[in-house]
Structure formats: structure tokens, C-alpha cells
């Protein structure tokens, strides 16, 4: 397959049309070796050593993704954390790096908790806002600048292109995780960007089986070889057959993101305005933060992530959207995203104090189930909620 003439969908189902060379077998064997045979004359012409720095089962995987997200090379990690801290790990002590306020949290716990100690000057600004990225970005000192959209768990929406031009014109490299909006709906490098990271464990695999992460480098530069160094030198390598479910999972991506995506548009029209909903927080409705950012960044659907501020019962907001979360039959009462099942969190309780999450609001993770099903078994809850 010459991934030049076809479209991604087809690059998915087909992971690049490999076949094994030695079987003709059309999906890969999985290679567990840790350790490879070195050439008489003390070569390693095979260019594989030892199964901490790399390993053939990343291949097939990693050079799909590259394609789907149109960059030069991509690398798998053993978790969408291990890629993340990855790239705040090839930058050097005292580099100032721009974050966001509002962001996937255990990230922004590393950052605040693990980075700072470890000498990265970390400031969190709203990226959302061009005019607070060129306020802080500073010339020759601001080294990275780390963009989550749409973000967890309020949805919130950077321009990407805006946001990169501001950065590089300060001489600092990019990084978006589009973990939430995966390569079906946004391709950051083609927008500017110099780094994309996703949560493999999310909707590059889509079955919630595996953890996983990924980075996707526009180019092959000095940079990006650190953070090759980072993972092989920490081991924040992936398993063989993770990397294998992986490539699995991403030949469904772009079926699963779609129907995720309409179901997610439907939900989201249905209960905005809804008598028992204070409001939904979802980029693809009209009056959403960001929507004309997200029709031009976003293409064939929003994604499969929003959050619903459930309206105060007697008890009160907090009780009410503990209580909905609570009576859901269909909806999973779990963490994560991305999976083919629905899941329904409230994140203020799990985010704890600090958390941007209003204490109403609940995180829905919208899966590929019948969607009528999913809205009537919201609509149940929230009655019995409010009862
Ligand atoms: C899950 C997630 C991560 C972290 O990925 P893990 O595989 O859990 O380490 C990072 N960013 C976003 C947006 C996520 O949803």
C-alpha cells in the first residue's frame, strides 16, 4: 500500500497492508525476545540490542501512526504518562515551559508535584487565551509549551495553529496531547505543532484493555532523539503484546471515533437546556467554548468527550450529580475514556482539591452502544436524581 494515495481510514483497517515476510501472514507475530543476537564481528547489523530501547513489535504500530497523524516518526511508551513526562524530561533543568490551568490531571500533578522539584519552571496559564500565551512565552527562555484540546474535563479548546505561531516566534517547540480528539478529528503537526502525544489506552485502542502511550514527532531533530534516549534509559517501554492489541485496536479507530463523535453530538443537543441539567459542556454545540476554533480544528465530529453540570436537587448539585452517577444501568461508573463502552465519573471527586471541575459536573466517556439507549438511561437517572 503506497500510504501517499489512499485515504487514513483505509491505513487503519489495513495498519499499512503489512504482510509478514517470512509467513505471508497479514497481522504481525508478536516478538517477546528482551535481548538479540549480536554479529560475529561484534556488530549489531540487526540495529536491535535489548528490548528496553525498542522492540519489533512497535514497528508496524508506530509507523501507522506516524502516517495517521502525517509526521515524520512516532514512538509507543508503556503509558500516555510515560510518553507525556518523556518530553518534559529531554528538556534540562531550569527550562521554562508554559502549561495549561485546565489539563488532564495527573499530568498537571507531575508537573506541579515531580518537574518543579526536578528543576523545570513550570507556569500554568489559560492556553485557551492567545493573548496570556504571548503575555507569558518568553524569548530564548521558554522552551516547550504544552497544549491539551479539547481539554479535560471542561472541554475548552486551543488554537492550535494561533498558540504554535506564538511559540516558535518565542523559539519554544510544541506539544499537543490529542489523546481526546485522536487522528480521526485533529492532526496537530499539520497545524504547527512539533509533538503529538495520545493515552494509547484511550481511542487509539478503543477496548479499554491495555495502557499505552505515543508520540508523534513532525521531524526527526536532536529533540526528538532525547526523548527516544528518555525511554529506553528509564524503560518507559511498552510490552510486546500491548503493542500488538494496539495495532489491533487502531485498525477500528476511525469507525469507533465517528460513532462516538455522532452519538456524543446527539447527547449533547438532547440535554442542553435540559430542565434537569444546568448545562452541558460539549464543542460541538453552537454556544460551546471555542466552537468556531473547533469547526475549523475539528474535522467530522467533536469527539466522544463532554460533561454534563447536572442541576441542583435539595441536596444540591453535588449530591445530584453523585446521585445521577449513581443510577445509570447502561453507563459504566468508571474513570477513563475512550473505550467502546460508555463511562459516566464525577471528577470532582476524583481530582480532589484544586480540580477546575465543578462539584455538579459529571465526565461522560460516550462509547459506540445504541445511543437512544444511552440518553434514555441518562434521562432515568437524572429523574430518579432529582426525585
Ligand atoms: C488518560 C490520559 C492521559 C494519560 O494516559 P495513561 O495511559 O493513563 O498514562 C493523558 N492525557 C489524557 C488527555 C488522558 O485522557
Known amino acids: 500500500m503506497d500510504p501517499r494515495h489512499v485515504k487514513p481510514e483505509s491505513i487503519a483497517a489495513q495498519a499499512l497492508g503489512w504482510v509478514d515476510d517470512k509467513t505471508r501472514a497479514i497481522t504481525p507475530a508478536i516478538h517477546v525476545s528482551s535481548t538479540y543476537l549480536r554479529d560475529p564481528d561484534n556488530q549489531y547489523r540487526s540495529g536491535r540490542v535489548y528490548a528496553r530501547a525498542d522492540n519489533p513489535a512497535f ?10 497523524e502525517e509526521g515524520a516518526q512516532a514512538a509507543l511508551f508503556a503509558s ?5 513526562t518523556a518530553v518534559f524530561q529531554a528538556l534540562s533543568p ?14 498537571r500533578n507531575w508537573l506541579m508535584n515531580f518537574a518543579t522539584r526536578w528543576g523545570l519552571n513550570v507556569e500554568l496559564i489559560d492556553m485557551t487565551d492567545p493573548a496570556a ?17 479539547p481539554a479535560n474535563p471542561l472541554w475548552t479548546v486551543t488554537d492550535i495553529a494561533a498558540t504554535a505561531e506564538i511559540a516558535h516566534a518565542a523559539g519554544a517547540l510544541v506539544a499537543v496531547d490529542s489523546t481526546v480528539a485522536s487522528p480521526v478529528l485533529t ?36 529533540f526528538w532523539r532525547r526523548v527516544k534516549t528518555v525511554r529506553a534509559q528509564i524503560g518507559g517501554t511498552l510490552g510486546s503484546f500491548e ?20 452519538s456524543a453530538q446527539r447527547i449533547a443537543e438532547h440535554f442542553n437546556g435540559h430542565p434537569l441539567v444546568e448545562a452541558v459542556l460539549y464543542p460541538g454545540l453552537p454556544d460551546a467554548h471555542g466552537h468556531a476554533i473547533s469547526m475549523r480544528q475539528m474535522q467530522g465530529g467533536f469527539g466522544g468527550m463532554m460533561s454534563l453540570r447536572v442541576k441542583a436537587s435539595a441536596q444540591g448539585g453535588e449530591a445530584a450529580a453523585i446521585a445521577t452517577a449513581a443510577s445509570v444501568e447502561l453507563w459504566k461508573r468508571a474513570t477513563s475514556l475512550g473505550g467502546t463502552e460508555s463511562l459516566i465519573e464525577h471528577r470532582a471527586s476524583v481530582e480532589g482539591a484544586g480540580t477546575p471541575a465543578p462539584p455538579d459536573l459529571l465526565r461522560l ?3 459506540i452502544e445504541d445511543c437512544a439507549d444511552l440518553i434514555a438511561d441518562l434521562e432515568q437517572a437524572l429523574a430518579r436524581a432529582h426525585a
Open 94 to 107: 531550569g527550562d521554562h515551559v508554559l502549561a495549561p490551568k485546565v489539563m488532564y490531571w495527573s499530568l
Open 243 to 262: 503493542a500488538w492489541l494496539l495495532l489491533r485496536g487502531m485498525r477500528t479507530l476511525y469507525l469507533r471515533v465517528r460513532a462516538a463523535s455522532q
Open 187 to 222: 492532526r496537530p503537526l499539520t497545524l504547527g505543532a512539533d509533538i503529538v502525544m495520545h493515552a494509547g489506552t484511550k481511542y487509539l485502542n478503543g477496548h479499554s484493555d491495555l495502557v499505552a502511550g505515543a508520540l508523534v514527532t513532525r521531524e526527526d531533530s536532536e
Open 80 to 84: 500516555g504518562m510515560a510518553a507525556a
Open 59 to 68: 514497528d508496524q504500530a508506530e509507523a501507522v501512526l506516524a502516517q495517521l
Open 365 to 367: 466517556s460516550v462509547g
Open 133 to 149: 500565551v504571548q503575555a507569558a512565552a518568553r524569548p530564548g527562555v521558554t522552551k516547550l509549551v504544552w497544549i491539551e484540546t
